[in-house]
């Protein structure tokens, strides 16, 4: 119990609705029963930690609309997602932003002239705390091809990673918890900030 406590923390991040919860039962399908996944954003409610072996899975639940709940309980589940950053970011060995894709423009575009868009202010956000983070562009199925390829090269474009010298180009993965695309690539980042981690 002891040990397991010191496992290092995967954190889960993102938008309601992205495919979080999908993700994390591609990286602990033994856990698949106790991992809810739903059509409706805000199925996920509270955070869910899941001994995987060499680290702690967190599915957290996400930001933005949530059905079926008072907007006052969305307000402090948002509040324990900042908290859960701000008081854990050194026991988080790998932060995984899950983006939907496909939706991914029409949302950023509609914040960008007024504010910074929800999902780069999560990005930095994790950056002010030096968290390594890796970027999923999921649903990337429901796109045809050539507009996947746009639409992945514009989430790459305003994300602008490259000011970050700590976040190689390798860290936005083109996704799909539907079609397994990208799991290796995203399991090769695991592995490495797990190693990193661990030598530290
Ligand atoms: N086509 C497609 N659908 C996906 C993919 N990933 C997830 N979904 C679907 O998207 C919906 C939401 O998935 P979840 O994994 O529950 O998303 P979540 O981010 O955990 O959602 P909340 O917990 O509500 O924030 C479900 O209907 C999934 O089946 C994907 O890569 N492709
Ligand atoms: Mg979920």
């Not at 992205?18 to 991992?35: E, N, V, Y």
């Not at 890796?134 to 050539?146: E, G, P, S, T």
């Not at 990208?182 to 990193?196: D, N, P």
């Amino acid at each position: 119990m002891e040990n397991a406590k010191k496992k290092p923390l995967l954190a889960v991040l993102g938008r309601s609705n992205t495919g979080k919860s999908s993700l994390c039962r591609m990286l602990a399908p033994q856990a698949m029963k106790a991992i809810k996944v739903g059509k409706y954003p805000g199925v996920t409610k509270g955070l869910k930690e899941i001994d995987n072996e060499d680290y702690i899975l967190v599915d957290l639940p996400g930001f933005g609309y949530m059905m079926h709940v008072s907007k006052q309980f969305r307000d402090e589940v948002q509040d324990k997602i900042i908290k859960f950053i701000e008081q854990r970011h050194r026991e988080i060995f790998i932060a995984i932003e899950v983006i939907n894709i496909e939706m991914f423009r029409i949302v950023f575009d509609k914040y960008k002239d007024t504010s910074v868009p929800f999902d780069k202010e999560l990005f930095e956000f994790l950056q002010q705390f030096k968290v390594p983070t890796v970027i999923l562009a999921n649903k990337i199925d429901k796109l045809r091809k050539q507009e996947g390829e746009t639409e992945f090269a514009y989430l790459k474009e305003v994300m602008d990673i490259k000011r970050y010298p700590g976040i190689p180009p390798g860290n936005i993965i083109a996704f799909s918890a539907k079609t397994g695309l990208g799991f290796e690539s995203l399991q090769e980042r695991i592995a490495f900030y797990l190693k990193t981690k661990r030598a530290r």
